[in-house]
């Protein structure tokens, strides 16, 4: 007797709650997109733009050799585990991110030049402009086939209003995602908010009902997990257990986080729910991208580690001096230094998010496998406000198109938007121009 696959929409409903499930064997098999249409059922692609200000400290960021043979750089040393999986693509350029006759404002344009390719228009008032970014290009294409058309967050608050870069608008330092050109699309900071919109909590009474008697949300579609169960091989209902596992955990980790001191900060309050420590709150962010994907509940994530000319400090890592006011480093070898400790910082948060992608087993590979994480800076040198031959990084095989393992230096001035051409292509949403393009960046398949 014929079984029909179960659906991969399949959902756990309970009382103001939804669960998404990761695959399962049962929904029938996953292949690679590069498969092919014979192939039986293709694994979803994802991609990820996750973005950290400031530029670098290049001389310790960029490998010195090219091809496969590559050493990795000081600053790059945490992905060692998952070097094979990642592409360190040097050489490419946010035009759109220099002055071109605006003047000072080089951290608002970094950031949002990034996944636009325009120059953003130069204000402090509501009359904002810049572009639809990649991510929302996607997006929009992809809108029908996830319950979220994408996800947007990032660890550091931001205003979207006020002026906060030499005439810019504070919108411009802390929005990555933009829907349209005037439509920028604020990040989610609060990660209890970002599961809750992953996982609905229902109307505000439901939400409140659930908090009263301290349930987690596994705990209103119990008996839908029972009823599943009873459908499911030993190997599903052992990913089903990692998989509501993951999530209990976090739902832990954030009903905690609310409970530690909040520190002071005089310039605004911290929302609730936000981890007192910063890498405690990335890496719940990442977690949470993690279950995005694993579930399919998004396909597009853009993620802001902190916002352009961020002043964060970094006691915990021996670095209690400013972001910015370091990336300003006058070529002063100490200051150097202390850069080079948060660059590495940083990129040991990217290793923590490619491991657990790795992890998870998905069809015939793992979910890294089905997935492109774009990772970097609009601005290259801090001190000068360098917007060419960026620190920019690509993860994982993007179902099979993406050879990792390389280091490529393209010619200079290559717009970065080609990259994202490349991305999109591998999404299945033809794009001929976005921004500045002009092509699709070659060489990421090998």
């Given at each position: 007797?014929?079984?029909?696959?179960?659906?991969?929409?399949?959902?756990?409903?309970?009382?103001?709650?939804?669960?998404?499930?990761?695959?399962?064997?049962?929904?029938?098999?996953?292949?690679?997109?590069?498969?092919?249409?014979?192939?039986?059922?293709?694994?979803?692609?994802?991609?990820?733009?996750?973005?950290?200000?400031?530029?670098?400290?290049?001389?310790?960021?960029?490998?010195?050799?090219?091809?496969?043979?590559?050493?990795?750089?000081?600053?790059?040393?945490?992905?060692?585990?998952?070097?094979?999986?990642?592409?360190?693509?040097?050489?490419?350029?946010?035009?759109?991110?220099?002055?071109?006759?605006?003047?000072?404002?080089?951290?608002?344009?970094?950031?949002?030049?990034?996944?636009?390719?325009?120059?953003?228009?130069?204000?402090?008032?509501?009359?904002?402009?810049?572009?639809?970014?990649?991510?929302?290009?996607?997006?929009?294409?992809?809108?029908?086939?996830?319950?979220?058309?994408?996800?947007?967050?990032?660890?550091?608050?931001?205003?979207?209003?006020?002026?906060?870069?030499?005439?810019?608008?504070?919108?411009?330092?802390?929005?990555?995602?933009?829907?349209?050109?005037?439509?920028?699309?604020?990040?989610?900071?609060?990660?209890?908010?970002?599961?809750?919109?992953?996982?609905?909590?229902?109307?505000?009474?439901?939400?409140?009902?659930?908090?009263?008697?301290?349930?987690?949300?596994?705990?209103?579609?119990?008996?839908?997990?029972?009823?599943?169960?009873?459908?499911?091989?030993?190997?599903?209902?052992?990913?089903?257990?990692?998989?509501?596992?993951?999530?209990?955990?976090?739902e832990q980790r954030i009903a905690r986080a609310e409970k530690m001191p909040v520190?002071?900060?005089?310039?605004?309050?911290?929302?609730?729910?936000?981890?007192?420590?910063?890498?405690?709150?990335?890496?719940?962010?990442?977690?949470?991208?993690?279950?995005?994907?694993?579930?399919?509940?998004?396909?597009?994530?853009?993620?802001?580690?902190?916002?352009?000319?961020?002043?964060?400090?970094?006691?915990?890592?021996?670095?209690?001096?400013?972001?910015?006011?370091?990336?300003?480093?006058?070529?002063?070898?100490?200051?150097?230094?202390?850069?080079?400790?948060?660059?590495?910082?940083?990129?040991?948060?990217?290793?923590?998010?490619?491991?657990?992608?790795?992890?998870?087993?998905?069809?015939?590979?793992?979910?890294?496998?089905?997935?492109?994480?774009?990772?970097?800076?609009?601005?290259?040198?801090?001190?000068?406000?360098?917007?060419?031959?960026?620190?920019?990084?690509?993860?994982?095989?993007?179902?099979?198109?993406?050879?990792?393992?390389?280091?490529?230096r393209y010619r200079k001035e290559t717009p970065l938007n080609n990259l994202w051409?490349?991305?999109?292509?591998?999404?299945?949403?033809?794009?001929?121009?976005?921004?500045?393009?002009?092509?699709?960046?070659?060489?990421?398949?090998?």
């Open positions: 007797m014929t079984t029909k696959p179960m659906s991969r929409r399949t959902v756990l409903r309970g009382i103001g709650a939804a669960i998404s499930l990761p695959w399962l064997e049962a929904m029938g098999p996953l292949t690679n997109w590069a498969a092919g249409a014979g192939a039986a059922k293709a694994a979803p692609n994802r991609m990820a733009f996750l973005y950290v200000p400031n530029g670098k400290n290049m001389a310790e960021w960029t490998p010195k050799t090219e091809g496969g043979d590559f050493e990795l750089s000081p600053i790059l040393q945490p992905l060692a585990p998952v070097r094979d999986d990642v592409l360190v693509l040097t050489g490419l350029t946010a035009d759109m991110a220099r002055p071109n006759g605006d003047g000072g404002g080089d951290h608002a344009r970094a950031l949002t030049a990034f996944l636009t390719g325009v120059q953003p228009h130069k204000t402090e008032g509501a009359n904002i402009r810049a572009a639809i970014t990649a991510d929302q290009v996607a997006a929009a294409r992809l809108a029908d086939e996830t319950l979220l058309p994408s996800l947007e967050i990032g660890c550091e608050a931001g205003n979207m209003a006020g002026g906060c870069d030499a005439g810019y608008s504070c919108v411009y330092v802390s929005t990555m995602a933009w829907r349209s050109a005037t439509q920028p699309l604020p990040k989610e900071v609060n990660p209890k908010q970002v599961f809750e919109r992953l996982f609905g909590a229902g109307a505000d009474g439901q939400r409140a009902q659930r908090d009263d008697v301290r349930k987690s949300v596994l705990d209103f579609v119990r008996e839908d997990t029972g009823d599943l169960r009873r459908q499911l091989g030993i190997g599903d209902q052992r990913k089903l257990d990692e998989y509501f596992s993951a999530v209990r955990d976090i520190p002071k900060a005089p310039d605004m309050a911290k929302p609730a729910g936000i981890p007192a420590s910063y890498p405690e709150h990335l890496r719940l962010m990442c977690d949470l991208m993690v279950l995005a994907f694993q579930a399919d509940i998004a396909r597009v994530c853009t993620f802001v580690l902190s916002n352009e000319a961020s002043n964060k400090t970094y006691p915990f890592i021996d670095v209690p001096e400013m972001h910015h006011e370091l990336s300003h480093h006058d070529r002063n070898p100490a200051k150097l230094a202390k850069l080079s400790t948060v660059n590495k910082f940083h990129v040991s948060q990217l290793a923590y998010l490619l491991t657990r992608l790795q992890a998870i087993k998905e069809g015939d590979g793992t979910l890294l496998d089905h997935c492109m994480i774009a990772y970097g800076s609009g601005n290259s040198d801090g001190n000068a406000h360098n917007h060419d031959d960026l620190p920019i990084l690509l993860a994982g095989k993007g179902c099979g198109t993406i050879k990792g393992g390389r280091h490529i051409v490349a991305m999109l292509d591998r999404m299945k949403v033809d794009v001929q121009k976005l921004g500045d393009s002009t092509g699709s960046l070659p060489g990421l398949s090998g």
